[in-house]
């Protein structure tokens, strides 16, 4: 009869186990960055190979647009920092506060971009059109990675903004606590690695001259 | 006794197709991945048979030259993509690996299932070009441009399923490093680990740390195809090299991801069959590292005659000798252990000793291609084509078949019939190497790699080899046929260690398992994991 209890590992794999979570959430995030390694190896050959077209073109982007987003959203990353500990204290309602915080810069984020795409979609700097395809090779390229960098980039930021989001509706639900956080800071981690791909992608685009 | 009554096994626990296909059991998601592999298998093996049975004869026997590049292209799609990369990590990795590490699944259960149906869905992209499109892709599994930025054929569509089916290895290698950190048995260290476990290890980090870079290649190759905008056309400013590189960056390492878990497998049942313990486990757990860790440095070796500076290919060349040195390490290591072993020659103990002298044969031939003179002669002849096959069929495939004998009696509960799966192991062999090794001495002729035809000089290889693709189908058909009735001899009570003397901690759990994989606490031998002098008793 001592078998009716069934037997129970003490190490399962259906534990709660932070760590683990966080841990893939790093592995991850080495995934991501190894996603953008290999467009910025093409970035670095293809400027090696056109230097001046590169920076002839660089000079069409808006440096002033570029560097309000930058600090759109390094102040971003500090209010999901500032979420993580608010939940950390148990402080729930000024967790959400500070992730709908985060939620709206990267909101202003993508509206910025869009007034940036758009307004070189306008003057013909995109695949197909006329002016695109009339630029010489090196600077049709910088083009082409710009639109293709940023919008993988962009892509990202929607996607955290799901995230966050998730995280926002988990919190109200009671379902992050002071106990059970790791939602957050691995929604924080992820942010944090879109905000450090921005922080390479700013100087490369708009910056080098 | 009572407790096989009471713990329904993971077989039987739930009923129906959803309880599968929805399943979060890893011993469940790993036999998924099997059917489907194998089903995969045979799709990409008859295609193979196809294009065999093209070249008998030179000339045009069967198909138009179009229909044969897309044949050998699909035939590459299938079995790197669908079948060699998942192989082994996704079916017995998914199934043993949390066992061996005496836990009851891997961290993150839900993302395993993921896992499986991303590969389905990748799996059905992949097949959906033979319906659907211009016809499948034609240009060879490398997708090199500029050809694959210019045919008509479906490459985009082929493309995005490779892209696809790079998230599913993607979730399958960090699950297993998680797991593997955290869910070890009170007592396991990672020098106490069966090396299996250390050879997924290894892999999970290739597969983690070089797939991203073939995702964003391929998604590029996708973007030249709509826009045209010159990242690798030559004929606007782009450079093919460049993709060649970013293509074998990913893809040599990935020539790891299917070669090291075989290793892993080599390095269990080796001692199993030898009744002893594993000679340098050390030696063979940090060796799969090494292998890890250099070849990352090693893809130059593909492009030694697509134009790279001399002294980069001494470099490559170099580099590409080192990766010989902990390869050479396990070889020495696993003979060594079946030396004064009590060998015990079962079916799968065959599977593993056809590995070992097939893996050689691949391997020293892969020196002959990575020594630079003889490059320029053998590069893009029959003589790769035989070498990688000795290395990914003689070797992968050989040990994936090995651990699928061993260990079939714990996944189902049965016993095959072990004469047949002798013959079927013999025939297997003989018409593996009736198959490929004319093809290497075709290359050394001269014979390029990739043609429907050929000149009548090479006539004889050629029907040898294609004979021998005959008997690998028969051996296939007879060991997978063996397999399938084992399924039917329901009246044996399968013990809980079959062989005796599994020493890993899934010979103590029952055959098959329960759903949380022990009724009882493993218990780990004292001196490491093939400590046979301290082997616990196993009490069924």
Do not use: C
């Amino acid at each position: 009869m001592e078998h009716t209890s069934a037997f129970s590992l003490p190490n399962s794999g259906h534990n709660r186990d932070a760590e683990a979570s966080k841990m893939g959430m790093w592995l991850f995030l080495f995934t991501e960055l190894l996603l953008f390694g290999g467009l910025f190896i093409v970035y670095m050959v293809y400027r090696s190979l056109n230097p001046e077209s590169f920076l002839l073109a660089s000079f069409e982007l808006d440096v002033a647009m570029g560097t309000f987003n930058t600090i759109v959203l390094l102040v971003s990353s500090m209010t999901i920092a500032m979420s993580i500990t608010a939940i950390q204290t148990g402080d729930a309602k000024k967790s959400i506060f500070l992730l709908y915080t985060t939620l709206g810069l990267a909101i202003v984020f993508l509206i910025v971009k869009y007034f940036e795409w758009s307004a070189k979609i306008h003057h013909g700097l995109f695949p197909g059109f006329e002016v695109y395809d009339g630029l010489p090779p090196g600077e049709s390229l910088f083009f082409f990675l710009y639109f293709f960098m940023t919008g993988l980039h962009a892509l990202h930021i929607i996607i955290g903004g799901i995230i966050i989001s998730v995280v926002i509706y988990r919190t109200k639900k009671g379902l992050v606590t002071k106990e059970k956080y790791t939602l957050t800071e691995n929604a924080g981690l992820y942010w944090h690695l879109v905000d450090l791909i921005w922080i390479y992608l700013f100087p490369l685009f708009y910056l080098i001259h | 006794m009572t407790s096989t009554a009471l713990n329904l096994n993971y077989l039987q626990a739930k009923k129906g197709i959803f309880s599968w296909i929805f399943s979060v059991d890893h011993k469940r998601i790993g036999l998924l991945y099997l059917y489907s592999l194998i089903t995969f298998f045979l799709v990409g093996a008859t295609l193979g048979v196809l294009m065999r049975l093209e070249l008998l004869n030179p000339g045009k026997d069967l198909f138009e030259a179009q229909t044969y590049n897309q044949i050998f292209t699909m035939h590459g799609v299938i079995m790197i993509f669908l079948f060699i990369i998942p192989s082994i990590p996704a079916v017995f990795g998914n199934f043993f690996l949390p066992i061996m590490l005496g836990t009851d699944d891997v961290s993150f259960p839900r993302l395993n299932l993921l896992s499986w149906w991303i590969y389905i869905i990748g799996a059905i992209m992949a097949l959906s070009t033979l319906l659907f499109g211009d016809g499948p892709a034609d240009t060879g599994w490398t997708f090199y441009v500029p050809y694959s930025v210019k045919t008509g054929t479906n490459v985009t569509m082929s493309v995005l399923a490779a892209f696809v089916l790079g998230f599913s290895s993607i979730l399958t290698g960090l699950n297993f490093i998680v797991t593997i950190h955290r869910l070890k048995t009170p007592g396991m260290t990672f020098l106490k680990m069966p090396l299996f476990a250390w050879a997924l290890y290894a892999t999970s980090w290739i597969q983690l740390l070089a797939t991203p870079v073939i995702g964003i290649t391929l998604l590029m190759i996708v973007a030249e195809r709509v826009f045209g905008v010159g990242l690798f056309d030559p004929s606007i400013g782009g450079d093919p090299i460049l993709y060649q590189h970013l293509f074998w960056i990913y893809s040599h390492p990935a020539v790891y991801i299917m070669a090291l878990p075989a290793f892993g497998i080599i390095s269990e049942l080796l001692p199993t069959f030898s009744n002893r313990t594993i000679f340098g486990y050390k030696a063979i757990a940090f060796s799969s590292l090494a292998i890890a860790f250099v070849g990352y440095f090693v893809w130059g070796h593909h492009m030694f005659t697509s134009g790279m500076s001399g002294l980069a290919r001494i470099i490559y060349s170099i580099m590409t000798f080192l990766v010989a040195i902990p390869t050479a390490i396990k070889v020495f290591n696993w003979v060594a252990t079946l030396y004064k072993g009590s060998i015990d020659v079962q079916p799968p103990l065959l599977y593993g000793l056809g590995f070992i002298f097939q893996f050689m044969i691949g391997g020293l031939s892969g020196l002959v291609l990575g020594a630079l003179a003889t490059d320029i002669h053998l590069h893009d002849t029959y003589f790769v084509v035989g070498h990688f096959h000795y290395v990914m069929f003689g070797g992968t495939g050989f040990a994936f078949f090995g651990a699928l004998h061993y260990w079939y009696p714990k996944i189902w509960g049965r016993m095959y019939n072990k004469l047949v799966a002798n013959i079927a192991f013999f025939i297997l062999f003989i018409g593996f190497n009736l198959l490929y090794f004319p093809m290497m001495i075709a290359g050394l002729m001269g014979m390029p790699r990739r043609y429907y035809d050929y000149l009548p000089e090479f006539h004889l290889p050629n029907m040898i080899s294609t004979y021998g693709s005959w008997v690998l189908a028969i051996g296939l058909l007879l060991m997978l046929g063996n397999l399938i009735a084992g399924f039917r001899r329901k009246h044996e009570k399968i013990a809980r260690n079959p062989w005796g003397t599994g020493i890993t901690l899934e010979w103590q759990t029952l055959s098959p398992p329960p759903v949380a994989n022990f009724d009882r606490m493993p218990v780990l031998p004292k001196d490491g994991p093939y400590d046979y002098d301290h082997k616990p008793e196993i009490k069924e």
